[in-house]
C-alpha cells in the first residue's frame, strides 16, 4: 500500500496540473491570441488612417490651384447664359482687332442629349482689313469663354455707290460659333439662370 501511495500522489499531481493548465492557461492563450487580432487591427487601421491623412493633407496643399481650375472652368463653362457678359467679351475682341464691322446674334439655349450642359449656337459678323480679321480670330480662339467654329465663311466685302458695288481691300467674316453653358434650362426663369427680366416671372 505504501508502494503505490507515490504513484497515486504523481497521478494526482499531474491531474491537477493538467486541469490548472485548462483552466487557467488555456484562457490566457486565447486572450494573448484575440489581443494579437486586435494589435494587428488597430496597426492595419493606423497605416489606413495614415494614408487618408497624407490624401488629405495633398488635396489641401493644393487646394489653392484646384480652386483656379474650377474659376478657370466656371468661366469657360458658366452656370447662365449670361449673354450680356459673352456680348461684352466679343465686343472687347473687336475693339481690340479694330474690325469695322461687329454683329452678334445670339441663338436660344439648347440643352445637349445627355442634359448635361446647354449649347448656344450663335452668328458672328466682322468686316475689316485681312489683319484686323485675323486678330479677331486668335482673340475668339482665346476668349475666357469656350467656343467651337462650327461655320466660317470669308467673302470681299464692297461698297455700295449709286447702285454700284465697288471693290474694297475689305473682307467679312461670318461665323457660326458655339458657346456653352451648365444650366440646361437656360432661360428666363430656370434652375439656376436668370429670372424673367420682365418682372412677370416664368
Not at 496540473?17 to 492563450?29: D, G, I, N, T, Y
Amino acid at each position: 500500500m505504501n508502494r503505490r501511495a507515490p504513484i497515486i500522489a504523481g497521478v494526482i499531481a499531474v491531474a491537477v496540473a493538467l486541469f490548472a493548465v485548462f483552466l487557467l492557461v488555456r484562457p490566457k492563450m486565447s486572450e494573448v491570441s484575440t489581443t494579437e487580432d486586435d494589435l494587428q487591427a488597430a496597426e492595419d487601421q493606423e497605416v489606413t488612417l495614415a494614408a487618408q491623412l497624407n490624401a488629405l493633407q495633398d488635396a489641401q496643399a493644393a487646394a489653392p490651384e484646384t480652386e483656379q481650375e474650377i474659376a478657370a472652368i466656371d468661366a469657360e463653362i458658366p452656370p447662365t447664359a449670361d449673354l450680356p457678359s459673352l456680348f461684352r467679351l466679343l465686343q472687347g475682341a473687336a475693339d481690340r482687332s479694330v474690325v469695322d464691322f461687329f454683329s452678334f446674334t445670339p441663338g436660344t439655349p439648347a440643352p445637349n442629349t445627355a442634359g448635361t450642359f446647354s449649347t448656344i449656337a450663335s452668328q458672328v459678323t466682322v468686316s475689316g482689313g485681312y489683319f484686323a480679321i485675323d486678330e479677331f480670330l486668335f482673340l475668339l480662339e482665346t476668349l475666357p469663354r469656350a467656343a467651337k467654329v462650327t461655320t466660317l465663311a470669308v467673302t470681299p466685302s464692297g461698297a455700295s455707290t449709286g447702285g454700284t458695288t465697288i471693290s474694297t481691300s475689305n473682307l467679312q467674316l461670318q461665323l457660326t460659333v458655339e458657346f456653352y453653358t451648365t444650366d440646361t434650362s437656360a432661360g428666363p426663369g430656370s434652375v439656376p439662370g436668370p429670372s424673367d427680366v420682365t418682372g412677370t416671372g416664368a
